[in-house]
């Protein structure tokens, strides 16, 4: 008999557990799954237990996962699944399967959002998808006992007869205020075994958070196949409990808001600046913004609140190519947005993509010059990847040579060449691009500020110091030499 009221959450890793250990990218960064958290807390409120086992924090999950499975014999096992996570998803429920036959898996995240269907015909150890937020409908099919029905909206199932049923999107989202806190708690050695990226913190412990879920505007390359255009928010009352409790309970003292429009509403954002100035936690926090939704007076009271980095989507230098893919394309306003970071005495951080369509190598010197132009304390610079539920998948391969191999598309390999373009010259230059940026003495007297600034980052870059070394050397992904990790791998902010 299985547990019907006990679930076990599974963040998969995207690559076998044994190559993990040293792998750099582990190194740089590892963050906690916060959407299972928050399904766990919804779910333990509503009386359900659940467990959660996050791959990239512990390389030995495989294990953990079956003693799991052995002495809480769960009814379902979900996992939260990236594209470059989907494959070990899979294997993953196989295991499962194999040691519980009558398990039910349930399979969410911008992956399977995205392509449904498909992937109930293409892989039949997934039962179950639920397409978009998961909380309510993750709930709904715990209570109808693992059966699939059109009245559990959100749900991708198969009918008795085998035909596949996606039952609609839920019509309205979820209050964000109403959710409890996620369940932080139930994530082994958390806050501890999670980093932020290496020199992105003042101090430690520090965690990442979202206060919002979805994005108003449609970039060609990103994947909304979750949230959509929707945009709610918590309220700036919320957010403050939410900081003091993971001040009071675990000690946090900085916080990276991995919102994808932080800034979007801004009296909320004054609101919540106004509580972290009146009545100070403590803490210090980064965010992501968008160049239209910043100004200068909201800076200063952001840092006044203790904003200690934001970045920006800049995307790329070259600005017929920008006009391709945003929306608002002025490198000059963007470059101002910048600036009035600096000069708000908030660090900088723009966000930087290579090898989108349309690009060529004149277009990524020209995204060169512009950034060494800006006063751009850190970058990060992904390989552009046409994800499944990205605007710009559907016609992707007009556009370049694109080799679909999901356990590759983590924005860490170059999937997609596009057209006039090849393998070698994309990673020329994108070795280049970062070796130029290091190189630059105000940069790198910036990295010399940070042992004041973020001791702990140095501690851990002098700890692994031969590994980041072998990385620069070009080895890449340490454990897998074929592979190709960034080290600066944190997900465009
Ligand atoms: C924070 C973040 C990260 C963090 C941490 C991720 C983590 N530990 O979970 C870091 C920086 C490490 C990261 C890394 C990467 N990320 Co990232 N990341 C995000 C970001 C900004 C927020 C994720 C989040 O916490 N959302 C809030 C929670 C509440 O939502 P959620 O996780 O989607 O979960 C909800 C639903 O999806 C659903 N659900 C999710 N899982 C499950 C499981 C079950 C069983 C059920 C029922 C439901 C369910 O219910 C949840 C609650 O409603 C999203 C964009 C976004 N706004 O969502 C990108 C995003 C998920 N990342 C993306 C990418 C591309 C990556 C990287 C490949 C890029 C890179 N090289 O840096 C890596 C891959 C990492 C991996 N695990 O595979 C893409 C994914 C696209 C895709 N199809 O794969 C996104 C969507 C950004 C984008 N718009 O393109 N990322």
Same mark, same amino acid.
């Given at each position: 008999?299985?547990?019907?009221?006990?679930?076990?959450?599974?963040?998969?890793?995207?690559?076998?557990?044994?190559?993990?250990?040293?792998?750099?990218?582990?190194?740089?960064?590892?963050?906690? !799954?916060?959407?299972? &958290?928050?399904?766990?807390?919804? #779910?333990?409120?509503?009386? @359900? $237990?659940?467990? /959660? +086992?996050?791959?990239?924090?512990?390389?030995?999950?495989?294990?953990?996962?079956?003693?799991?499975?052995?002495?809480?014999?769960?009814?379902?096992?979900?996992?939260?699944?990236?594209?470059?996570?989907?494959?070990?998803?899979?294997?993953?429920?196989?295991?499962?399967?194999?040691?519980?036959?009558?398990?039910?898996?349930?399979?969410?995240? !911008?992956?399977?959002? &995205?392509?449904?269907?498909?992937? #109930?015909?293409?892989?039949? @150890? $997934?039962?179950? /998808? +639920?397409?978009?937020?998961?909380?309510?409908?993750?709930?709904?099919?715990?209570?109808?006992?693992?059966?699939?029905?059109?009245?559990?909206?959100?749900?991708?199932?198969?009918?008795?007869?085998?035909?596949?049923?996606?039952?609609?999107?839920?019509?309205?989202?979820?209050?964000?205020?109403?959710?409890?806190?996620?369940?932080?708690?139930?994530?082994?050695?958390?806050?501890?075994?999670?980093?932020?990226?290496?020199?992105?913190?003042?101090?430690?412990?520090?965690?990442?958070?979202?206060?919002?879920?979805?994005?108003?505007?449609?970039?060609?390359?990103?994947?909304?196949?979750?949230?959509?255009?929707?945009?709610?928010?918590?309220?700036?009352?919320?957010?403050?409990?939410?900081?003091?409790?993971?001040?009071?309970?675990?000690?946090?003292?900085?916080?990276?808001?991995?919102?994808?429009?932080?800034?979007?509403?801004?009296?909320?954002?004054?609101?919540?600046?106004?509580?972290?100035?009146?009545?100070?936690?403590?803490?210090?926090?980064?965010?992501?913004?968008?160049?239209?939704?910043?100004?200068?007076?909201?800076?200063?009271?952001?840092?006044?609140?203790?904003?200690?980095?934001?970045?920006?989507?800049?995307?790329?230098?070259?600005?017929?190519?920008?006009?391709?893919?945003?929306?608002?394309?002025?490198?000059?306003?963007?470059?101002?947005?910048?600036?009035?970071?600096?000069?708000?005495?908030?660090?900088?951080?723009?966000?930087?993509?290579?090898?989108?369509?349309?690009?060529?190598?004149?277009?990524?010197?020209?995204?060169?010059?512009?950034?060494?132009?800006?006063?751009?304390?850190?970058?990060?610079?992904?390989?552009?990847?046409?994800?499944?539920?990205?605007?710009?998948?559907?016609?992707?391969?007009?556009?370049?040579?694109?080799?679909?191999?999901?356990?590759?598309?983590?924005?860490?390999?170059?999937?997609?060449?596009?057209?006039?373009?090849?393998?070698?010259?994309?990673?020329?230059?994108?070795?280049?691009?970062?070796?130029?940026?290091?190189?630059?003495?105000?940069?790198?007297?910036?990295?010399?500020?940070?042992?004041?600034?973020?001791?702990?980052?140095?501690?851990?870059?002098?700890?692994?110091?031969?590994?980041?070394?072998?990385?620069?050397?070009?080895?890449?992904?340490?454990?897998?030499?074929?592979?190709?990790?960034?080290?600066?791998?944190?997900?465009?902010?």
């Amino acid at each position: 008999m299985l547990n019907a009221k006990t679930v076990l959450l599974v963040h998969p890793l995207g690559y076998q557990a044994d190559a993990a250990g040293r792998d750099i990218s582990r190194l740089a960064n590892i963050m906690p !799954p916060l959407g299972l &958290a928050s399904i766990a807390a919804y #779910l333990e409120r509503l009386g @359900v $237990v659940v467990h /959660i +086992v996050d791959c990239y924090a512990h390389p030995q999950s495989d294990r953990i996962i079956l003693d799991l499975l052995r002495s809480e014999r769960p009814a379902m096992i979900g996992f939260s699944c990236t594209t470059s996570s989907f494959l070990d998803g899979v294997r993953l429920a196989t295991m499962a399967r194999q040691e519980l036959p009558r398990i039910r898996t349930v399979f969410g995240g !911008p992956h399977v959002s &995205a392509l449904k269907e498909k992937i #109930l015909r293409d892989f039949p @150890v $997934v039962d179950f /998808i +639920v397409a978009g937020e998961g909380e309510e409908t993750f709930h709904e099919l715990i209570m109808a006992e693992g059966e699939g029905s059109v009245s559990i909206p959100g749900l991708v199932y198969r009918e008795p007869d085998d035909e596949i049923v996606f039952s609609g999107y839920r019509e309205k989202g979820i209050v964000l205020d109403s959710l409890p806190f996620p369940a932080y708690e139930k994530l082994a050695g958390y806050p501890d075994v999670y980093r932020l990226p290496i020199f992105n913190y003042p101090r430690v412990p520090n965690t990442s958070c979202i206060s919002s879920r979805g994005c108003p505007y449609s970039c060609s390359y990103c994947d909304r196949s979750v949230f959509r255009s929707s945009f709610r928010y918590n309220s700036a009352e919320y957010l403050y409990a939410h900081l003091s409790y993971l001040k009071e309970r675990f000690g946090i003292r900085h916080v990276n808001f991995y919102d994808d429009q932080f800034t979007f509403n801004r009296d909320r954002v004054e609101s919540f600046c106004r509580l972290m100035s009146d009545k100070p936690l403590g803490m210090t926090f980064n965010c992501a913004v968008r160049a239209e939704h910043i100004d200068p007076d909201l800076l200063q009271q952001m840092k006044g609140a203790g904003c200690w980095m934001a970045s920006l989507g800049i995307e790329t230098g070259d600005p017929e190519l920008l006009a391709q893919h945003r929306q608002n394309a002025d490198l000059e306003m963007l470059a101002a947005k910048l600036r009035m970071i600096k000069g708000a005495g908030i660090r900088t951080k723009g966000l930087l993509m290579m090898g989108l369509p349309g690009e060529s190598e004149a277009s990524i010197r020209r995204s060169m010059e512009y950034v060494f132009s800006l006063p751009i304390d850190d970058f990060n610079l992904a390989k552009f990847t046409p994800f499944p539920g990205a605007p710009l998948y559907q016609t992707i391969r007009d556009k370049g040579v694109f080799e679909e191999d999901w356990a590759k598309m983590d924005c860490m390999h170059f999937q997609f060449i596009p057209q006039g373009m090849n393998r070698e010259q994309l990673e020329k230059l994108f070795t280049e691009f970062y070796k130029r940026h290091f190189m630059r003495p105000q940069v790198l007297l910036g990295y010399l500020a940070m042992l004041w600034r973020s001791p702990d980052s140095w501690r851990r870059f002098v700890l692994n110091l031969g590994d980041f070394l072998r990385f620069a050397r070009g080895s890449r992904r340490i454990a897998d030499p074929g592979g190709n990790a960034d080290v600066r791998s944190d997900c465009r902010l």
